[in-house]
């Protein structure tokens, strides 16, 4: 198995300028499983699996999307109660969410536990977790390659200890610009990137910067990347976990450490790949991404940004 991704599945309901939606499929381990899968598909590769849990009213249907899709989900635990859920609204130019209601639901009691058969994947992704159940999961897993992590603001607020313990133990943290400085307590985003970086274990430090892009801080040097430019942004929820869960699926790709060049596409493709989450309601656009569309954009990207082959 390529990638195992750990995370929430959840249901989600969303208003944006553009609509009003209610009990989206959601989650982070859902929308960096369809990421990753998609991307493990054409690269022909070992496979997808998540471990999460969900209650029982989680639909057939949403389950047998995720495997049509080519996930392993023999790791999702149907568990007595309702499936966390998640109520929030985008305004203005979209850039945050407003949360107005979280129910954590069988959620709240989440207990990682990974299956034998899935504890040495090329990668691990630890989605968006309290810090201690992504130890649990570092503790159980030997990926051969790397271990990706994602965190929020709540866990820099009321977890810091356990999250900067957990940061030492990854090779790659994933975090959006505001996190970086909050954790580091310093506004200039690069001194405060430098600084977060140096409480890891020498490892890489990647900063989603929204419609701005991305910075990466790798051993080797700093890349930046815009962007994908749309006029078209309906819902931006996911999106993040869309960009890690490519991260993942490209970096599966290769062998012992990450050098900044492969860093530096596989940064391109997520990219891109978040550029359609943003353009629906829920996974819609990454559900039903086809590989034309797909090269289109991808194509189009590096001719804009000179990182084409």
């Not at 389950?63 to 899709?69: D, G, I, T, Y």
């Not at 991260?247 to 990219?271: I, M, W």
Request: proline residues 3%.
């Amino acid at each position: 198995m390529d990638i195992l991704i750990v995370g929430s599945l959840a249901y989600d309901s969303v208003q944006s300028p553009e609509g009003n939606f209610q009990n989206l499929l959601g989650g982070s381990a859902t929308y960096a499983g369809l990421a990753s899968s998609f991307h493990n598909l054409r690269q022909e590769g070992d496979g997808v699996a998540l471990i999460g849990v969900v209650g029982k009213d989680f639909q057939e249907t949403d389950m047998k999307l995720l495997q049509s899709a080519g996930i392993d989900t023999s790791g999702i635990e149907v568990a007595d109660g309702e499936t966390f859920r998640w109520v929030g609204s985008y305004h203005g130019d979209m850039a945050e969410a407003k949360t107005h209601e979280t129910h954590l639901n069988v959620f709240e009691h989440f207990n990682p536990q990974v299956p034998t058969g899935m504890r040495e994947p090329k990668i691990t992704f630890c989605a968006n977790l309290h810090p201690s159940l992504q130890n649990q999961v570092i503790e159980q897993t030997k990926p051969t390659r790397c271990t990706i992590l994602d965190s929020m603001n709540l866990w820099i607020d009321i977890a810091s200890k356990e999250l900067l313990n957990v940061m030492k133990k990854v090779d790659i943290v994933v975090l959006n610009d505001g996190e970086i400085k909050m954790l580091a307590g310093d506004s200039n985003l690069v001194r405060a990137g430098n600084k977060v970086r140096g409480m890891m274990n020498d490892g890489i430090l990647i900063i989603k910067k929204g419609e701005h892009g991305v910075l990466a801080i790798h051993p080797d040097g700093l890349i930046v990347l815009p962007a994908f430019p749309t006029e078209t942004v309906v819902d931006p929820t996911g999106c993040g976990d869309t960009f890690a869960g490519t991260l993942a699926s490209r970096l599966a790709l290769g062998e012992g450490e990450v050098s900044l060049d492969e860093l530096k596409s596989a940064l391109v493709h997520a990219t891109v790949t978040a550029s359609f989450t943003l353009q629906s309601f829920g996974v819609n656009a990454l559900h039903l991404l086809e590989e034309g569309v797909y090269t289109g954009r991808i194509e189009s990207y590096m001719k804009m940004t000179g990182t084409g082959k």
